[in-house]
Nanobody, 117 residues
Framework: QVQLVESGGDLVQAGGSLRLSCALS????????MAWYRQAPGKQRVLVGM???????NYADSVKGRFTISRDSAQNTVYLQMNALEPEDTAVYFC???????????WGQGTQVTVSS
């Protein structure tokens, strides 16, 4: 059974930085596209960025130039480096793993990021 465990959420001032981590267990890391989503209070969950298993990375326009996704295959972990944080980035951030060859999708439990102005 694949499990995703996120960490790194915190309260930070505007302009600050945070790095979120998502560790995958119970599966073959290279079989999965890994993505970060976020959900602000009262809003829908939206894609922040995605790292495909073959190395392609895409970002939402709202975070381009500020956020960076990276993968560490040795640690089965995907990271989200967030710089120049804004109050609008306040949300629960979720890690997502999607199997590239089958219809399996997994979610982490979420980690809270709060950016104060």
């Amino acid at each position: 059974q694949v499990q995703l465990v996120e960490s790194g959420g915190d309260l930070v001032q505007a302009g600050g930085s945070l790095r979120l981590s998502c560790a995958l267990s119970g599966g073959i890391f290279s079989w999965y596209d890994m993505a970060w989503y976020r959900q602000a209070p009262g809003k829908q969950r939206v894609l922040v960025g995605m790292s495909s298993n073959d190395g392609q990375i895409n970002y939402a326009d709202s975070v381009k130039g500020r956020f960076t996704i990276s993968r560490d295959s040795a640690q089965n972990t995907v990271y989200l480096q967030m710089n120049a944080l804004e109050p609008e980035d306040t949300a629960v951030y979720f890690c997502n793993a999607k199997r590239v060859d089958a219809e399996y999708t997994y979610w982490g439990q979420g980690t809270q990021v709060t950016v104060s102005s």
